[in-house]
């Protein structure tokens, strides 16, 4: 078990340029999750998958914004034309199934210049 | 839609002590889960304690527990003989059980950020 991985750590960028972080769950978990985290507030729900199906998408995730699963390992959220108000921690965490918790990444902190 | 509040933004409690972080919540359903989460600076979230709403028993894991108000929803976290260690935002979140596809986001409140004097 070598837990949530996240890559990159950090990540500044321009506004308007496109950005795709990645996730690697835990082996065998099928569940695979996104939230974003701003300064001073809780994580906030984006998206899941079960295995490569998206099963939920938050009104968050507007259409800048775009998850796969591609083969239910790894997962890439992407978001293009990035703006002031993306700037945050983007957290991804896996489960074993949906009713077991979920273990959460190190998160990649994203910032626009 | 869930709401979860917790009205402490910050708290701070002597090494040794024991120390309460309160949390609320709203929802329309009988069945569900609440979770503690701990995040330390610039560290990944690492899950606390766990509680079944169906459960009338408090969770307890070592120097956390819970009181669990179902009626009252209300949540919060114990954590006794506090450690420099336990410094952290500590998160409560809500998740429901209603079925096992969809409705699987966590819910979090605002977080409260203990410190622990030494």
């Known amino acids: 078990d070598t837990g949530v991985s996240q890559n990159p750590r950090h990540k500044i960028t321009k506004r308007g340029q496109n950005v795709t972080f990645r996730c690697d769950p835990i082996?065998?978990?099928?569940?695979l999750y996104w939230y974003r985290q701003t300064l001073g507030q809780g994580p906030e729900f984006l998206t899941y998958?079960?295995?490569?199906?998206?099963?939920?998408k938050s009104r968050l995730l507007s259409d800048r914004f775009s998850a796969e699963r591609p083969k239910g390992s790894f997962s890439t959220l992407e978001i293009q034309r990035t703006e002031q108000g993306d700037s945050a921690m983007y957290l991804c965490?896996?489960?074993?199934?949906?009713?077991?918790?979920?273990?959460f990444g190190d998160g990649t902190r994203l910032s626009i210049l | 839609a869930q709401t979860v509040t917790q009205s402490q933004p910050e708290m701070s409690v002597q090494e040794a002590e024991t120390v309460t972080l309160s949390c609320t919540y709203d929802?329309?359903?009988?069945?569900?889960?609440l979770f503690w989460y701990k995040q330390p600076p610039s560290r990944q979230m690492i899950l606390v304690i766990r509680?079944?709403?169906?459960?009338?028993q408090n969770a307890t894991e070592n120097r956390f527990s819970v009181n669990f108000q179902k009626a009252a929803k209300s949540f919060s976290l114990k954590i006794s003989d506090s450690q420099l260690g336990d410094a952290a935002m500590y998160f409560c979140?809500?998740?429901?059980?209603?079925?096992?596809?969809?409705?699987?986001?966590?819910?979090f409140g605002t977080g409260t950020r203990l410190t622990i004097i030494p």
């Open positions: 965490a896996s489960s074993l199934h949906g009713a077991k918790p979920q273990h």
């Open positions: 082996s065998e978990h099928n569940r």
């Open positions: 998958f079960q295995n490569e199906a998206q099963l939920e």
């Open positions: 929802t329309s359903e009988s069945d569900y889960y």
């Open positions: 509680q079944e709403a169906y459960k009338q």
């Open positions: 979140a809500y998740r429901s059980a209603r079925g096992n596809f969809g409705n699987e986001k966590l819910t």
